[in-house]
């Protein structure tokens, strides 16, 4: 099994910087990909970051320049930098682990709160 755990979450202003971190432990060496996905009220929940297992990385539009995923193997635990936030990423951020099985891991969620 894998359990992920995040954390940093909070109340930022808008223009502001928050670092989101995901700590995962048990089975964690048939991980393929981690990912940042977020729910904001109302709305679906969407794949905001991902990172391989190479370091390849892909990110939602609306972000793109402004978050930056990263990961540490030796660590287990994977990041996401958010510089320049907006209200509209107010969300409650999960942390998501897919393996080479086909299966899904998630973390508890965070919420980040963006004030104008």
């Known amino acids: 099994q894998v359990q992920l755990v995040e954390s940093g979450g909070g109340l930022v202003q808008a223009g502001g910087s928050l670092r989101l971190s995901c700590e995962a432990s048990?089975?964690?060496?048939?991980?393929?990909?981690m990912r940042w996905h977020r729910q904001a009220p109302g709305k679906q929940r969407e794949l905001v970051a991902q990172?391989?297992?190479?370091?390849?990385?892909n990110y939602l539009k609306s972000v793109r320049g402004r978050f930056t995923i990263s990961r540490d193997n030796a660590k287990n635990a994977v990041y996401l930098q958010m510089n320049n936030l907006k209200p509209e990423d107010t969300a409650v951020y999960y942390c998501?682990?897919?393996?080479?099985?086909?299966?899904?891991?998630w973390g508890q969620g965070t919420q980040v709160t963006v004030s104008s």
């Open positions: 990172i391989s297992s190479r370091g390849n990385t």
């Open positions: 048990g089975s964690t060496f048939s991980i393929k990909y």
């Open positions: 998501n682990a897919y393996d080479d099985y086909y299966r899904d891991y």
